[in-house]
Structure formats: C-alpha cells, structure tokens
C-alpha cells in the first residue's frame, strides 16, 4: 500500500512531458515573432537537422546562421498561425507536428505560403531543445475522406 501512495505522489510532483514541450513550443513561437533570435538560437539542439524542401541544414551553427536566423531578420509585417498543432510526448522525445499559415514581406516582397511543420523535440538535461524540424509543403486532403 505504502507502494502506491509513493507511486501517486511522485505522479503528482513529476511534470508531465507535453506540458514541458508546449512551454518550449510557445516561446519558441514568441521568439519567432518578436525576432527574438538568442532565444531561438537557446531552443536549438547542438545536433539540430533541418529541412526545408531541397535545403538541409545541419547543426545548430548551420540551422541558426544559414536559415532560421536571416530568415526571421528579413520578415516585414508578419503574420504566423498554426492549426492542427499535435504534440505526441514519448519519455526524453516529443513529436510536434502542425499546419502553419505565414503572410507579410520576405526581403521586400509580398509572402503567403503555407504548409506543414515537423519538430522533434528532446529532453536535455531539464529544457526541451529542438532536434529536429521539417518544412513541407500543404498537403490536399484526400477527396471524401472527411478530415
């Protein structure tokens, strides 16, 4: 019996993962709208990998200073959404996946893309680091299917 009671306490006090990763996630998202890029460059992984279409960055250095970094800088009047946001927590892993909308001015021309975002996140030490991210474009809901 004392088992159990140790076991509930210990559920009690022990933070559950998603809520971990949707903390990371929001100020992830925060930095990326303010142009908060220390903060984003402290979410990122030593091994990140990142691909966009046919871009592959690997390595924080490579993913903060080659994309993530001019990227945020060069974006004018912007305006991001997600939909579909999905966090699947797995121990020392979660899965983020989620549909984004951007529109505003991208090195002074118009933009309004959209499509799927990827994020691996990991548990190192006690923060959640992004190991992971993949770009891709929107994909068409299959005819009928009612999602």
């Known amino acids: 019996m004392k088992w159990l009671a ?25 930095a990326f709208r303010a ?7 402290s979410l990122l992984s030593e091994e990140v990998l990142l691909y966009e279409h046919s871009v592959r960055n690997d390595g924080r250095e490579d ?10 800088l060069e974006f004018e009047d912007m305006k ?13 892993l979660a899965l983020v996946t989620r549909a984004y909308k951007l529109e505003g001015n991208y090195k002074g021309k118009p933009i309004n893309a959209s499509g799927n975002e990827t994020m691996v996140w990991k548990k190192v030490g006690a923060e959640w680091k992004i190991a992971h991210i993949h770009y ?9 299917s009612g999602n």
């Open 35 to 41: 142009k908060d890029v220390a903060t984003i460059h």
């Open 63 to 72: 993913v903060f200073e080659n994309h993530l970094k001019p990227e945020i």
């Open 136 to 144: 891709s474009h929107p994909c068409p809901k299959p005819a009928g």
């Open 80 to 92: 991001l959404d997600f939909t579909d946001v999905r966090v699947t927590p797995g121990g020392d």
């Open 6 to 30: 140790m076991i509930a306490v210990y559920a009690a006090l022990t933070p559950v993962p998603q809520e971990g990763v949707k903390e990371a996630l929001a100020r992830y998202d925060i």
